[in-house]
């Protein structure tokens, strides 16, 4: 885009600046705007604010957000409009960018209930956890709407940047601090990987916007240029890394362990959404041309993934850890369908992130719960006769638990349906078979949590871990979750629509 | 009728919703009541619809009711449908209608339990299940009534679960049932695979027109039937079934010897289409039927508690329909499976009856004489004894002489097994008969187990053994047993009635006496027996002697006390417990540790492996720093390498 | 110099930032690492700009630039906050959660 933009200016007489169509950009801009304004309301009302204000107005602007989508998402879906690709081709409006915005969104209104929760329990300052959740979701937004790889680039690490800080929130836990440091360490070393990747395609195709990207490459096939191909294999770890694919996954159960329990569920969806977003715009859209060379190492990530996922969560005794690699494996899955490089495939991966975004708000949410003070409870024995302490609280853990190991009637069963269908109608036996070989290792693994809350006593007879509270907001959080793993996984069609409906198209109409 | 189908399985539900709104108000024993006439209602619409079935033509008797699309898009179609046609609608009878009497007996036998409204909720709930198991018009329907009615029965187990034992056996039940629900979830997907649809009639007219390849299909039946081995305690996977007695007795009853246990049964009756062109997993599964049938009445033959020789009964039982099923005699299955449903259901049910009459006393070394004040839990008791061990004219004579004939047909080895197993079956139930309500009254007797002669059974069992029902044993020599109230009592004198009459839905003398098998022809087809007039009669023969030398044995060694109990019960008898214990090893050592060493394995081979690499990358200077690895350094490694390998691959790519 | 040469020197830089991350154990030294990745690929950029005759891969470092002084902000905060609580640690030592 840059290149276009300068070159036109060449002459100097004056700087021609791209027009940016303000309403085609709402929902980006809401959540920033919200964010920033949010920030400096905070900072000037300090303490005197309630603390459930920050999470109220978070999800409000979240909301509104979500609105402003409607609109959008009709007029792009119009076929004599079509998708748009603002500022000057950076930014793709398609009806896949808002699918995915609105998925972000959904994640940070429930999120920030269940933190108001955990703050409350905590003592901790209110208003900067929810801010930092809108700004992830403004960045995680940019990228799925990300037609230039700069652009791209710096979707991410807004996103990254917000759940760095979220993740080392709890200043009074170093579990916390240490598992924000490492993401942080980590993250950025990943990257600057995907950067340089950026820089070696950029040298290569002379371009960094996806869309030149992909015409220059369906020109010619430059199988033997070393530049691309090393672009893209960087590109493809830094990927690999944001959705925590084996083997670059190792920074995941330390850092979902160490988080506060409501940011691990954030991570957990929205990240993760918005990671395989990017991945599947670049991948699948940008380097479909050279499908055949990154397909086999996106199913060698994928099956990686599943096997080490499914076995690794099995051996733990602590439940975060067991999530942690657990959504290592969910990852495995996504890649069944970004592999499958179809509209199916992308199809079936949107669908299956968004199931997964309720499953793991969801059960992070009662993760949130049994914590309790100082969100320490994590292992298997904090579980142990929840069944009969809190047993609503205990049939909403195993319903997430079971629809994650893929039960039907729930939405779990419908999204492993999808990205294995897709795998298999993209002639991808072996990932298919090895997908559900695995997902019943992962079963044992529900299964040994579901078994503790309700079989298990606990060894002492008085309950010296006292009454378990359920505030209101994770009340929500887990009531929201619940409706949308049960109503989706029987009447899946609304939702099965939208996302066969929301493909990544690169275009280059300006749209105003 | 046809158009009410749905309401079969939408009476229970609705019991089930209104018990968890207003259970504990209704409290005991008006919640007992409500879930009753729930089940009660549901087996009148189901005689309904049977009604209206008998009065169409053998062709027409196939009700469809899709109640609404589930999952529409794409290539995988399935919907929320009910399929009532005669196989359905027979097990919908004898769930709903044995449900119901259990139903009514449990309010009896689960007074004055504090958990009275939420036992009810349970069962409602379980009934529901099972119905959508059988109505259910496709796979995923009657997974989702397979997996209702295990969880259901897990929590029956465990009801009351501040035993540890029953905690334990639910859990057991638990993990052993995932190993089948393995089977059945890859089974579904291969059937979607090769017939592109998951709906029974879809199924049915791929393999009529022979879509399914015999490899497919031998595939499809064995993965269906490693599923009914979980759920219906086959050969390996049975050692759930005698634990799962820790829970309330009509919980045994209903669940683990009349309704869900055969759920395997009629799963593979169902899939008859498939089946017809499996092969050899036909062979395997009556193999399969017939040692587990042996070899559970072996074990029952050592068992002192009262339940755990029903329970190890039924295991011999389900054996004998596997038998049948993989003999292609699909009818005779169905027929034990009826007339097995009456008289177990009788049984445990009288077992109740005593086990409640005598202060919660499970072991039968303690009982005795007890006819005499238990007349009619007695009298029925030995209805079903005889039923069961197959003395005519009683309802088991008839069809366990069904699969016995079509073992013949098939092959004489599995006769010879079948007829060892009948004369083991007579024998342990007249043990149990004669032990329980004739001989001296012992728990008169101060030391009665411990002078008794059964000893060195206590090694065997003594670990399985405290399967009891978690109440406190009071039983006194100066005890007085008493008779139940009528309505325990009555359940058992209607059982009673069909144990004795069940046999007549299949009666072999004529055509026009054969009744179920022209009912379920549209279903599963003609089968020709084989076997013929006199070949018949002398089978019978044989196997009534049999019965009866088994019940003549018992008395001598029981009755008559000619030959001491201990020549019989053999410790070798208690082979069938070696697997049961092995499993314990294996899950506790080589199992557990197997996935110990995988973890190792990525630990130290991964990682050091990656470690590896770090040393390579770091010999500049950091050869003296790689013993302090830390995580946050060893995650990057990690990320490096795969980086690197990514790159590597992109350039073995390039070159070639 | 030829724009090839800077190219190299890109890659030279980028592997000893890489290499000093996975070498260095104090968490400041391992983020300066970070930060000299990042403006490897600066390099990079300009470098490839000046081969391609186009001026935008140089535009492109300004945003990096920018995204690196933010990655400065919050990494130095969170480092911070660590040494506040337990002071002179190295990355070795943050090992609390493993398995």
């Known amino acids: 885009m840059f290149a276009t933009l300068l070159q036109a200016t060449g002459a100097g007489d004056k700087l021609v600046t791209p027009e940016v169509p303000w309403s085609h950009l709402a929902p980006q801009l809401i959540l920033v705007v919200g964010a920033t304004v949010g920030v400096i309301a905070a900072a000037a009302l300090r303490g005197r604010l309630r603390r459930s204000v920050g999470a109220v107005g978070a999800a409000v602007v979240a909301g509104a957000a979500i609105v402003s989508i409607i609109p959008l998402w009709h007029r792009v879906s119009n076929p004599a409009q079509g998708p748009i690709s603002a500022v000057n081709g950076a930014i793709g409006v398609d009806r896949f960018s808002l699918f995915v915005t609105a998925l972000l969104c959904a994640a940070v209104i429930l999120a920030s209930f269940t933190a108001e929760a955990y703050l409350q329990r905590e003592g901790l300052d209110g208003p900067e956890f929810s801010l930092l959740l809108l700004l992830a979701a403004a960045g995680g937004s940019v990228m799925a709407g990300a037609n230039d790889l700069i652009v791209m680039f710096i979707g991410i690490e807004v996103l990254s940047l917000a759940v760095y800080v979220l993740a080392a929130m709890h200043a009074r836990r170093i579990s916390s601090q240490e598992s924000g440091l490492k993401y942080f360490l980590l993250g950025g070393f990943a990257s600057a990987f995907l950067l340089y990747g950026i820089a070696l395609t950029y040298g290569a195709t002379g371009t960094t916007s996806l869309l030149r990207v992909q015409s220059f490459l369906a020109e010619r096939v430059l199988t033997d240029d070393g530049l691309l191909l090393g672009g893209l294999a960087l590109m493809l770890v830094g990927f690999a890394f944001k959705v925590g694919a084996v083997p670059f996954h190792m920074w995941t159960p330390d850092v979902y362990q160490g988080a506060p329990s409501p940011v691990t569920g954030f991570m957990a969806a929205a990240v993760k959404t918005a990671a395989f977003a990017g991945m599947l715009r670049v991948f699948v859209v940008g380097f479909a041309s050279y499908a055949d060379l990154w397909r086999p190492v996106v199913g060698a990530l994928a099956i990686a993934s599943l096997v080490v996922g499914a076995v690794m969560s099995v051996v733990q005794t602590n439940v975060k850890r067991m999530l942690a690699y657990s959504s290592i494996a969910h990852a495995g899955f996504v890649l069944l369908g970004v592999d499958a490089a179809s509209a199916e495939g992308t199809a079936a991966s949107l669908f299956y992130l968004a199931a997964y975004t309720a499953m793991a708000l969801g059960t992070f949410a009662v993760v949130t719960v049994v914590g309790g003070s100082g969100d320490g409870a994590h292992t298997l024995d904090a579980y142990r006769g929840l069944g009969r302490r809190r047993p609503g609280l205990a049939l909403a853990m195993s319903l997430f638990l079971l629809a994650q190991a893929g039960t039907p009637v729930t939405i779990g069963f419908l999204a492993k349906l999808g990205v294995i269908r897709a795998a298999i109608d993209a002639d991808q036996w072996a990932l298919a078979i090895v997908a559900m070989l695995t997902a019943v290792i992962s079963t044992f693994m529900y299964l040994r949590i579901v078994v503790a809350m309700y079989f298990a006593e606990s060894e002492s007879e008085s309950d010296d871990r006292g009454e378990l509270r359920i505030p209101w907001g994770v009340g929500v959080t887990i009531g929201v979750a619940v409706i949308a793993t049960l109503v989706l996984g029987v009447v899946p069609g609304p939702l099965e629509h939208l996302s066969d409906d929301a493909l990544p198209v690169l275009v280059a109409v300006d749209g105003r | 009728m046809s158009a009410l189908v749905w309401l079969i399985p939408a009476l229970p539900l609705a019991g089930f919703v209104a018990l968890v709104v207003g259970g504990r108000r209704l409290g005991d024993p008006w919640a007992g009541w409500l879930a009753t006439a729930a089940v009660g209602g549901s087996f009148l619409v189901v005689l309904g619809v049977f009604a209206d079935l008998v009065g169409r033509g053998a062709e027409a008797r196939s009700i469809h009711q899709e109640l609404f699309t589930w999952i529409p898009a794409g290539s995988f179609q399935a919907s929320m449908g009910l399929l009532a046609d005669p196989l359905s609608i027979t097990m919908c009878l004898f769930v709903t209608g044995v449900g119901s009497l259990i139903h009514l007996y449990a309010i009896g036998y689960m007074h004055g339990d504090e958990k009275f409204s939420k036992f009810f909720t349970y069962l409602n709930l379980f009934i529901f299940s099972m119905l959508m198991l059988v109505l259910g018009d496709n796979l995923l329907l009657t997974f989702l009534g397979w997996e209702g009615v295990g969880a259901c029965s897990y929590f029956l187990i465990s009801f009351w679960h501040t035993d540890p034992a029953n905690a334990s056996a639910g859990k057991k039940a638990f993990v052993t049932n995932r190993v089948g629900d393995w089977g059945f979830m890859v089974a579904t997907f291969l059937v979607w695979t090769s017939v592109g649809s998951i709906g029974y009639l879809d199924i049915a007219n791929a393999a009529h027109h022979g879509e399914i390849a015999a490899v497919t299909a031998t595939a499809i039946a064995v993965l269906f039937f490693v599923a009914a081995t979980g759920k219906s305690a086959q050969l390996p996977l049975f050692v759930w079934l005698p634990d799962a007695m820790a829970g309330p007795t009509p919980v045994s009853a209903l669940i683990h010897a009349a309704t869900m246990v055969t759920s395997g049964v009629y799963l593979l009756v169902r899939l008859n289409p498939i089946l017809h062109a499996a092969g050899w997993a036909n062979d395997l599964i009556a193999w399969v039927g017939v040692a587990t049938a042996l070899v559970a009445a072996t074990v029952a033959v050592t068992q002192n508690d009262i339940k755990k020789v029903l329970a190890y009964s039924t295991v011999s039982q389900l054996g004998y329909l596997f038998l049948a099923v993989g003999t292609g005699n699909y009818v005779a299955a169905i027929f034990h499976m009826v007339t097995h449903a009456f008289f177990k259901a009788l049984l445990f049910l009288g077992s109740g009856s005593v086990i409640l009459g005598m202060a919660h006393e499970q072991d039968m070394r303690r009982y005795g004489n007890l006819r005499k004040y238990m007349p009619i839990t007695a009298g029925t008791f030995i209805i079903g004894w005889l039923a069961i061990a197959g003395v005519p004219p009683f309802s088991g004579f008839w069809s366990k002489d069904e699969i016995l004939a079509g073992a013949y047909a098939h092959n004489k080895v599995m006769l010879a097994l079948g007829l060892i197993t009948a004369l083991l079956t007579a024998f342990y139930m007249s043990r149990q008969v004669f032990m329980t309500f004739f001989g001296p009254e012992r728990w008169r007797e101060a030391d009665a187990v411990a002078t008794g002669d059964g000893d060195h059974a206590d090694a065997h069992d003594s670990a399985h053994d405290s399967a009891h029902d978690d109440h406190a044993h009071h039983l006194t020599p100066d005890h007085t047993p008493s008779e139940s109230p009528w309505v325990m009592t009555l359940p058992l004198v209607v059982l009673g009635a069909l144990a004795i009459v069940g046999g007549a839905l299949n009666l072999p003398f004529t055509d026009s006496t054969k009744v179920l098998e022209h009912w379920l022809e549209p279903v599963v087809g003609v089968h020709e027996l084989g076997v013929e007039g006199a070949t018949l009669v002398a089978l019978a023969a044989i196997a009534v002697v049999l019965g009866l030398v088994g019940i003549g044995l018992a008395g001598a060694v029981y009755l008559a006390r000619r030959i001491p109990a201990s020549t019989v019960e053999r410790p070798e008898f208690g082979w069938g417990l070696w697997i049961d214990r092995g499993y314990a090893a294996f899950m506790g050592g080589p199992g557990r540790a197997l996935f110990d060493a995988i973890s190792r394995f990525d630990k130290a081979v991964i990682d050091g492996a990656v470690d590896g690499v770090a040393n390579a990358v770091g010999a500049a200077g950091a050869v003296l720093r790689r013993t302090q690895t830390g995580r946050v350094r060893n995650s990057a490694i990690g990320l490096a390498t795969g980086a690197v390998a990514v790159l590597v691959y992109f350039v073995v790519r390039m070159s070639f | ?99």
């Open chain 3, 1 to 99: 110099m030829s724009p090839n040469a800077y190219v190299l020197l890109g890659a030279v830089l980028f592997g000893i930032g890489a290499a000093g991350l996975l070498i260095r154990r104090s968490p400041l030294v391992m983020f300066m690492c970070i930060e000299l990745m990042l403006n490897a690929v600066n390099v990079t950029f300009v470098a490839f700009s000046k081969m391609l005759n186009d001026v935008g891969g140089q535009v492109v470092v300004f945003f990096v630039l920018v995204v690196a002084a933010a990655e400065v902000v919050v990494g130095l905060g969170i480092i911070v906050a660590v040494m506040r609580r337990r002071s002179g640690i190295s990355a070795d030592d943050l090992s609390l959660m493993k398995g």
